[in-house]
T-cell receptor
């Protein structure tokens, strides 16, 4: 069966520090992968998606970037975090018949 | 283009009462429709989906939804609420323009009173 892993579960980072969140998928190959952010009291915002290794589409220009170094690995990064980067970050896979989401990372920038 | 409107950011019911969460969509092509549930500090979980075929779809935890094309609606119902149903619920639509990336509603928080 296919599973999706995200880590870490929670993260507290100071303003200006770097960020790296990792998402991996098991049990499938060449998955389409997605990064979403959920800010407090708001809906889901699509940040990036990838249809293959090295292929990244950005939906919202901002302080974040994404990379797909391996087929089943999707990384969300920032060189310098802003307070506004705080939120709940979710990785997802395969939306055609309904996403499978990871368990999320709660990021608090202080 | 596609869009989703969830009526009511909060819905409050008593335990044992009917749950009705409303979702209206717009789509230029036949839509795929989804309901997801999110418990605190967890990822979203797919409750049910409509793609083609039978318009009444059943999902997990006793939930069901009916696709009504004439009303452009996909309301989520459950005959009897449980305390464990308290969560955030998201409606989503996809398929417009050949992309399967869904558009999500802003979510409805279901509160269940004992």
């Amino acid at each position: 069966s296919q599973t999706i892993h995200q880590w870490p579960a929670t993260l507290v980072q100071p303003v200006g520090s770097p960020l790296s969140l990792e998402c991996t998928v098991e049990g499938t190959s060449n998955p389409n992968l997605y990064w979403y952010r959920q800010a407090a009291g708001r809906g889901l915002q699509l940040l990036f998606y990838s249809v293959g290794i090295g292929q990244i589409s950005s939906e919202v220009p901002q302080n974040l970037s994404a990379s797909r170094p391996q087929d089943r690995q999707f990384i969300l990064s920032s060189k310098k975090l802003l307070l506004s980067d705080s939120g709940f970050y979710l990785c997802a896979w395969n939306p055609v018949y309904g996403y499978t989401f990871g368990s999320g990372t709660r990021l608090t920038v202080v | 283009a596609q869009s989703v409107t969830q009526l009511g950011s909060h819905v409050s019911v008593s335990e044992g009462a009917l749950v009705l969460l409303r979702c209206n969509y717009s789509s230029s092509v036949p839509p795929y429709l989804f309901w997801y549930v999110q418990y605190p500090n967890q990822g979203l979980q797919l409750l049910l989906k409509y793609t083609t075929g039978a318009t009444l779809v059943k999902g997990i935890n006793g939930f069901e939804a009916e696709f009504k094309k004439s009303e452009t609606s996909f309301h989520l119902t459950k005959p009897s609420a449980h305390m464990s149903d308290a969560a955030e619920y998201f409606c989503a639509v996809s398929r417009a323009g050949g992309s399967y990336i869904p558009t999500f509603g802003r979510g409805t928080s279901l509160i269940v009173h004992p």
